[in-house]
């Protein structure tokens, strides 16, 4: 499944650039979705009539007398919330199958959980506000549904037996309810991204026009339309019903209550318990810091992307106003933190060489003492160090006489002074940059952080006496280890041009 | 990939997008009811009779009560008896049901709510209800009646209007 997705995923940055593709901001064509479905329903709300024998002319009114806007914008409200559904099915889906949910990550993924139940409520009440056969069937189903659970004295159904058990209050309720359920789903919504530093909730411009046009031409296309006035005498028997919201119903009319409250519930739970559930995914030891190396200047609060550093006051009476604290329960091990931090700086001496702020599993004397090891060992014309992330295409298969490798938990890991240090303290001829697709970082912003730090524009920066043409950046996938290759030889041919020219030079 | 391939591939990407939206936000069509069923609905509240009998307060016992408490002369026992429901179509017993009273002392009412689905045409519905300790049905109602596919009739129950109600919406 995962190589399928990332297949897909490459097919669309090819289509799309890697900036625009819809799979990468699937939360936040979420997003985007709700506020076309709020603005879309505020404008039909304006028009909406609450009562039994007021609400299908209502909607009858905007649908036809003025078709050239609140039909558009009620066709534009359903395909809008259809959307929803399908970005937020495709954004579960997808955050499952490349393991986004575990670790520190269980925040966002069981506060997602209400949400869709949430979205459904509100999807499937407003179902119910046009009152016609296909409300009246749903509406119908679901208090039948709900008559199960033994929370109700009186069945719930009763009170939709007939058309005079019917009470204009439930217009009333359910009016209500559309406005009040969405303020939920928003403040929700907050809570989803609570935990995620600099969250995307809006998608490029381009992605975001591209899907308003489209679901305009749609509902020009194909305008939404009522199925008939619901009517307490007559049992709806064809109905065309939306599969995004409604297919539970189908699903009753086979099943006991019992058995899909059952489904559901366990659906649900077993969406909860997930991130919990054994599996071959072992979260290394979370950041440490190290106080008598931070100077408490927050570039590990600002590069974190889950808000797992924060900054209190200083407590070991240095003349530093704050220091940096690792929430353990935010932090993804990452190691980004690391990366941002001043003083990993391998230009240290060997004694007290402790970064302000070090994974436990990864400290930055190891990490240097390895690098000097494997760069020592080099040999050949054209040295080369190979640095990725353990989430993207395996670096290791390409390790060589000429070429070393350095795998971290993520790109966003590595100090830019790593690479200076390289290039001048080893002298090896050129260093490459790989990690996770650009936009897709697996721990979200590695990839971008390490593009800004080395193009000098973000702390720590590649100081300018590390030779930009013997640096190469190309991001890979798992799956691109096919295409990491070929770019690996095609640096190497350009850094051993490079050389002859300067050697030619040195000649002359 | 070139430009305008490019932007015939996202062309299609949309297309795609918006026919798996506009299609599945109202096909394929599904049938709830087969076209030549019709629907029951069997709904009521009724509270089940009191278990053993009531009796008047004696003189005394209305004595020990204070002022506000003597109106009240007749005293039941709490718990009701349950309601039992059948229901037969052209001479065959298509719905039986013991209802409990609610409540946790079984003193509340019971309530029904049924949909029963049989085949459209002219049949012969006799509905009984038992509310009390006795063998025997004590409210019968037995009636022709035209169901007409794809209508509802809803079987209510007063006891105070004589027991059973047919409301038959065929046309």
Known sequence: ?508 | MPKPLQYFAQGLFYLLFVAVIGFFSSSPAYTHLPPDETLIKLSFSHAGQHKGACRERTPEELAKLPQYQRKVTTICPRERSNVVVELEMDGKQIYHVILKPAGFSHSGVSNIYRRITVKAGTHTLKARLKDDEGDDFNYVREETVHLAAGRIMVIDFKAETGGFIFKNYAP
């Open chain 1, 1 to 508: 499944m995962r190589k399928a997705l990332l297949g897909l995923e490459g097919v669309l940055n090819r289509v799309f650039g890697s900036d625009l593709n819809p799979l990468y901001c699937l939360g936040a064509l979420g997003f985007y979705s709700f506020w076309l479905v709020v603005v879309s329903g505020a404008y039909i709300y304006a028009f909406y009539k609450t009562g039994i024998d007021l609400s299908y002319p209502s909607v009858e009114f905007i649908t036809h007398e003025q078709w050239y806007l609140g039909g558009i914008m009620r066709s534009l409200h359903r395909y809008a919330s259809d959307a929803l559904v399908l970005v937020m099915a495709l954004h579960l889906l997808r955050e499952f199958i490349l393991g986004r949910y575990r670790g520190a990550r269980w925040f966002a993924w069981i506060t997602g959980v209400p949400l869709i139940w949430l979205i459904y409520a509100a999807g499937i009440n407003g179902y119910w506000m046009v009152w016609d056969k296909l409300a009246q069937y749903s509406t119908i189903a679901t208090v039948e549904w709900f008559d199960w659970l033994p929370i109700f004295g009186e069945p719930l159904s009763r009170s939709f037996v007939t058309h005079e058990a019917l009470n204009d209050r439930f217009f009333s309720l359910i009016s209500f309810a559309h406005v009040t359920v969405p303020l939920f789903i928003l403040f929700l919504l907050w809570v989803h991204i609570m935990r995620i530093s600099k969250p995307v909730v809006n998608p490029r411009k381009g992605l975001a026009i591209g899907m308003l046009l489209a679901l305009l031409v749609l509902s020009f296309a194909v305008p939404v339309l009522s199925q008939g006035p619901a009517d307490m005498a007559i049992e709806p028997t064809k109905l065309d019903i939306d599969w995004f919201y409604l297919y539970i119903y189908p699903l009753l009319d086979i099943w006991t209550a019992g058995q899909v409250w059952a489904l559901m519930a366990g659906l649900s739970l077993m969406l909860v318990v997930l991130p919990w559930l054994p599996s071959r995914f072992k979260q290394i030891p979370v950041a440490e810091v190290h106080l008598d190396d931070c100077s408490g200047c927050r570039l590990c609060v600002a590069d974190c992307p889950y808000e797992a550093v924060v900054m209190r006051p200083r407590s070991d009476g240095m003349h530093f106003l704050e220091e940096a604290v690792v929430v353990p329960d935010r932090c993804v091990s990452c190691g980004i933190c690391a990366g941002a931090c001043p003083s990993s700086n391998p230009f240290r001496g060997e004694v007290g060489y402790v970064s302000g702020i070090e994974m436990p599993s990864m400290m930055m004397s190891g990490l240097r003492a390895g690098m000097n090891r494997d760069l020592e060992k080099l040999s050949g014309d054209v040295r080369i160090l190979l640095v990725g992330c353990d989430s993207a295409a395996d670096v290791g298969k390409l390790r060589s006489a000429s070429v070393a490798t350095l795998s971290l938990p993520c790109t966003g890991m590595l100090p830019p002074s790593f690479v200076e240090y390289a290039l001048h303290e080893h002298h090896v001829d050129g260093v490459m940059i790989s990690g996770c697709r650009e936009h897709d970082c697996y721990h979200r912003l590695g990839v971008l952080w390490s593009q800004q730090r080395m193009a000098a524009k973000r702390e720590p920066r590649l100081r300018g006496r590390a030779e930009r043409d013997r640096i190469k950046i190309f991001w890979a996938a798992s799956t691109d280890f096919r295409e990491l290759e070929p770019e690996l030889e095609s640096f190497r041919a350009s850094l051993a041009e490079n050389l002859k020219i300067m050697h030619n030079k040195e000649e002359r």
